[in-house]
Structures are given as structure tokens and as C-alpha cells.
């Protein structure tokens, strides 16, 4: 990523995955580029709907911190989604081996986290989250070592269990982090594969 690329609207900025979505249209991720995309993710993380994402309190700086220490990561990822040329929320990757997450469950180097806070709608979109979701499996799984995708929504965030789950993620324990307790939710690829057949 290039200095140059930081002043690029996100429809011209390089993707690493792109697919095109049943009705909803091209999905296209993003790398996070902390200062550039600090005021998008801000305001999308100060709103009482993403108040399980955990930064609500915080000032823009310190939410572009947090972007810039996961940016330097080999095991983490952040992504801006794009649907259809629209910024549609964030998408962030991880390595359960790698992150306090296994200190709460038995991860496997075959597991591939994910965390995800969508953008707020313009206007509502029928199936929109899980043919998005969808989306993001086939890229978390496109590695062909992985063969389960694991997610840690706030426990008390039922709305996003309630979307894990309709997207074919079971739920696993409820399990005590730092900063929540979390609802492990776990979709392998056997079920992803019977699912999309």
C-alpha cells in the first residue's frame, strides 16, 4: 500500500477478495488503512448499535490506534467491506491459536476467526447479512488449511447470535474474556459445503 493509495475512494483502492453477490452485487474487501479510514469507522463505531463492538467511548485517535497495532499484526486482519460501491461495514480475521481467544476454548490451527460490524443501512436489504456472510466464509475458507470458522459475539448481543446462526454457525459454550463473555459460534466447512450445495 502505497502513500498515495491513503487519498483513493474505496472504489479505487486495491481489494484482496472480490465476489459477486446474488442480488446485493460486487463484494470487495478492503485493507484498513488506520488514518485514512479512522473517521469512517468512528462514526460507525460510536452508535448505540455497535455498542457491542466495544469502542463507543473512545476518541477517533484511539479507534485509528487500535486499526494501526492490528495493521502491524501477521495474524490479524481488518477489512472495509464494500457492497455494490457502498462501504458496508468492517470485517476483521484472526488466528484463534494467536489471540486470548484460546485461552477460553480448545482452538486449533485449523480454525479461522472472524469479528464483523455492519455499516448502518441506508435502507433495509432482504438476506443481506447471510448472502454477506456467505461471502466472507468462502474467503475465510478459499485457505485451504482452514477448515472451521469461529466468531465470539457478546453473549448478550442476541441479534448477532440470532444472524450467526441463521447463517449455519452453532453455538458453542459461553466463555469469560477480558473485556465480555462471550457466545462461541462455529461453522465448519462440512456444514458451510452442505449448506451452499
Same mark, same amino acid.
Given at each position: 500500500?502505497?502513500? @498515495?493509495?491513503?487519498?483513493?475512494?474505496?472504489?479505487?483502492?486495491?481489494? *484482496?477478495?472480490e465476489?459477486?453477490?446474488? @442480488?446485493?452485487?460486487?463484494?470487495?474487501? #478492503?485493507?484498513? #488503512?488506520?488514518?485514512?479510514?479512522?473517521?469512517?469507522?468512528?462514526?460507525?463505531?460510536?452508535?448505540?448499535?455497535?455498542?457491542?463492538?466495544?469502542?463507543?467511548?473512545?476518541?477517533?485517535?484511539?479507534?485509528?490506534? #487500535?486499526?494501526?497495532?492490528?495493521?502491524?499484526?501477521?495474524?490479524?486482519?481488518?477489512?472495509?467491506?464494500?457492497? +455494490?460501491?457502498?462501504?458496508?461495514?468492517?470485517?476483521? !480475521?484472526y488466528?484463534?491459536?494467536?489471540?486470548?481467544?484460546?485461552?477460553a476454548?480448545?482452538a486449533?490451527?485449523?480454525?479461522?476467526?472472524?469479528?464483523?460490524?455492519?455499516?448502518?443501512? !441506508?435502507?433495509?436489504?432482504?438476506n443481506?447479512?447471510?448472502?454477506?456472510? @456467505?461471502?466472507?466464509?468462502?474467503?475465510?475458507?478459499?485457505?485451504p488449511?482452514?477448515?472451521?470458522?469461529?466468531?465470539?459475539?457478546?453473549?448478550?448481543?442476541?441479534?448477532? #447470535?440470532?444472524?450467526f446462526?441463521?447463517?449455519?454457525?452453532?453455538?458453542?459454550?459461553?466463555?469469560?474474556? +477480558?473485556?465480555?463473555?462471550?457466545?462461541?459460534?462455529f461453522?465448519?466447512? +462440512?456444514?458451510?459445503e452442505? *449448506?451452499?450445495?
Amino acid at each position: 500500500m502505497t502513500r @498515495a493509495d491513503t487519498a483513493l475512494p474505496l472504489s479505487d483502492r486495491e481489494s *484482496v477478495y472480490e465476489e459477486d453477490l446474488p @442480488a446485493l452485487g460486487r463484494l470487495r474487501l #478492503i485493507r484498513v #488503512i488506520p488514518e485514512a479510514d479512522a473517521d469512517l469507522i468512528y462514526g460507525w463505531v460510536r452508535e448505540e448499535r455497535a455498542r457491542f463492538w466495544g469502542m463507543r467511548d473512545l476518541s477517533r485517535d484511539e479507534v485509528r490506534d #487500535i486499526y494501526e497495532f492490528l495493521d502491524g499484526l501477521d495474524t490479524h486482519h481488518a477489512y472495509l467491506m464494500s457492497v +455494490a460501491d457502498t462501504p458496508a461495514g468492517i470485517f476483521q !480475521t484472526y488466528e484463534p491459536l494467536e489471540d486470548p481467544v484460546a485461552e477460553a476454548y480448545e482452538a486449533r490451527p485449523e480454525d479461522t476467526g472472524m469479528h464483523l460490524l455492519l455499516a448502518p443501512a !441506508t435502507r433495509p436489504v432482504r438476506n443481506f447479512t447471510p448472502v454477506l456472510v @456467505a461471502g466472507l466464509v468462502r474467503f475465510l475458507l478459499s485457505d485451504p488449511s482452514k477448515d472451521r470458522v469461529v466468531a465470539e459475539p457478546d453473549a448478550r448481543n442476541d441479534k448477532a #447470535i440470532r444472524r450467526f446462526q441463521g447463517c449455519g454457525f452453532e453455538p458453542g459454550s459461553k466463555v469469560q474474556l +477480558a473485556e465480555k463473555e462471550a457466545q462461541l459460534v462455529f461453522l465448519t466447512r +462440512a456444514k458451510f459445503e452442505s *449448506v451452499e450445495s
